[in-house]
């Protein structure tokens, strides 16, 4: 499932938060490919202008030219783009030839949404 906007931005927040010290943009892409989804081209710029707005927010931390660490997130709203994440994540497993919109759909009426 190709990831777009806001929810490409979950993402990549999230794997820069779940990885030890500072990630590349390179690594950032791989572990989203490991997960199942795929960046639109072209990707290095895709997930950099991702994790830009994060940094504004003060989620991650640029540590070099595109290295990037963890910054403060809360609890509530990890969580929140934990379970969406999942829930794309099961409805692109279930179908890969499916897009983004459709399985913004399904999550939110499967409450992965909320």
Known sequence: MEL??????HAATEVVHTTRGPCSIGYVLAELERRGFAVEEPERKRVSDALRSSVGNGRVIRHARGRYVAGRISHGTRRRWQRRLRGLDAYGRRHPEASLG???AWARGHRYWH
């Open 4 to 9: 777009h906007g806001h929810i490409l931005r």
């Open 102 to 104: 459709e399985g913004i």
